[in-house]
């Protein structure tokens, strides 16, 4: 992602699907309700929680680290509990949100 506001094409469709339907919400939602939705589309969910992450529109609120885990897990996402929507993020929406 280039840093120059001029040279910023905006969020992708998937982007900003995910965060009109954490905005929905109630502006958190927990992880394991968003997989259940995207079970098949797991890769384009992966890469629009990282393009509104780079974006600082949305925060990954994570688990407290378990007493033993078991071996050989957690799986990357089994650590991330919720998103949640940042201030910056309800503020820059709204100007794409017309587009």
């Not at 990282?50 to 949305?58: A, F, G, Q, V």
Request: aromatic share 10%.
């Amino acid at each position: 992602m280039e840093l120059h506001p001029l040279a910023d094409p905006g969020p992708s469709r998937e982007a900003l699907a995910l965060y009109r339907y954490l905005r929905r919400y109630g502006g958190s939602v927990r992880l394991s309700c968003i997989l259940k939705r995207a079970e098949n589309e797991r890769a384009l969910l992966a890469a629009a929680i990282d393009e509104l992450c780079e974006r600082y529109w949305i925060v990954i609120v994570w688990r407290k680290p378990r007493a033993v885990p078991p071996p050989g897990e957690p799986s990357p996402m089994d650590d991330a509990d919720r998103l949640c929507i940042t201030r910056f993020g309800r503020r820059t929406y709204l100007r794409w949100s017309s587009r």
